[in-house]
C-alpha cells in the first residue's frame, strides 16, 4: 500500500491566488481528515468526513477555506483567496471508522504564502 | 480527552531500549492510550494503542499501569531514525470523532 498520497509536497503562491491541495487516502479506509501544523498553533483538525460526507468543519478557519470529497480515494482542500497567515504545513489522515486504530498520515503539503 | 504529561526531552543511546513515559492521571474507563511520533518534516505516524492490557507491535510496546493512570512506550532497539517528537494521547476511540490534538510531546534523541 502506497499509503495516503499528498500532492504537492510544496507549494509556493501569492497572496489573493487559489490554493488547492490534494490528497488520496489508503484504499479502504472510510474517514478521512485535514489538519493544518504550525509552530504556533501546533496541530490542528480542520474537518473530517465519513463516507465521503463532511462530519465536522468547525475547525475550518473561515469561508475562506473550502473542502471536498466526490468519492472514496479523492479529497481537496481549497483556499481562495489565499493569505500569508495561511502559511503551514497540511496533513492528511485516513483510517477506518469503527475500529480503534489509529489515523495514517500522508507525508504534508508545505504551503507558503507570500 | 484526558490531560496527559510527558518530559520534554530524553536521550537514548543506540542500539539501547528507549522507555518513554506517559502521565495520564484523569483518563477515563472508555479512554485509550495512542502513541505517534512525528519524525522532523514528515507526518505523524501511528505507532501503538491500548486499553488495559500491554500492547507490542512490530514497532514498540506499551506498557499500561494497573490503575491506568501512566503509561511507558518502549523502543526496544532504538536506532539513530527513532530520533523523533513522541506524542501520547489519551482519548475515546480514534475515529469516534474526537478531535485528534497533540500536546508537547517528548523530543527522543538516539545518539550514536
Known amino acids: 500500500d502506497a499509503g495516503v498520497i499528498q500532492s504537492p509536497r510544496h507549494e509556493v503562491t501569492e497572496m489573493g491566488q487559489e490554493v488547492t491541495l490534494r490528497c488520496k487516502p489508503i484504499s479502504g479506509h472510510n474517514s478521512l481528515f485535514w489538519y493544518r501544523q504550525t509552530m504556533m498553533r501546533g496541530l490542528e483538525l480542520l474537518i473530517y468526513?465519513?463516507?465521503?460526507?463532511?462530519?465536522?468543519d468547525s475547525g475550518m478557519p473561515e469561508d475562506r477555506f473550502s473542502a471536498k470529497m466526490p468519492n472514496a480515494s479523492f479529497s481537496t482542500l481549497k483556499i481562495q483567496p489565499s493569505e500569508p497567515r495561511d502559511s503551514a504545513v497540511y496533513f492528511c489522515?485516513?483510517?477506518?471508522?469503527?475500529?480503534?486504530?489509529?489515523?495514517?498520515f500522508g507525508s504534508g503539503t508545505r504551503l507558503t504564502v507570500v | 480527552d484526558a490531560k496527559t504529561t510527558q518530559p520534554p526531552s530524553m536521550d537514548c543511546a543506540e542500539g539501547r531500549a528507549a522507555n518513554l513515559p506517559c502521565n495520564h492521571s484523569?483518563?477515563?474507563?472508555?479512554?485509550?492510550v495512542y502513541w505517534y511520533r512525528q519524525i522532523h518534516s514528515q507526518g505523524p505516524q501511528y505507532i501503538i494503542h491500548g486499553l488495559k492490557n500491554n500492547e507490542t507491535n512490530e514497532m514498540a510496546s506499551l506498557i499500561i499501569t494497573e490503575d491506568r493512570k501512566s503509561s511507558t512506550l518502549i523502543l526496544p532497539h532504538a536506532t539513530l531514525r527513532d530520533t523523533a517528537v513522541y506524542y501520547c494521547k489519551a482519548s475515546p476511540r480514534e475515529t469516534s470523532g474526537s478531535r485528534l490534538t497533540f500536546g508537547e510531546g517528548t523530543q527522543l534523541t538516539v545518539n550514536p
Open positions: 468526513f465519513n463516507n465521503n460526507v463532511p462530519i465536522d
Open positions: 484523569t483518563i477515563s474507563g472508555n479512554e485509550y
Open positions: 489522515a485516513s483510517s477506518l471508522w469503527g475500529t480503534a486504530h489509529g489515523y495514517t
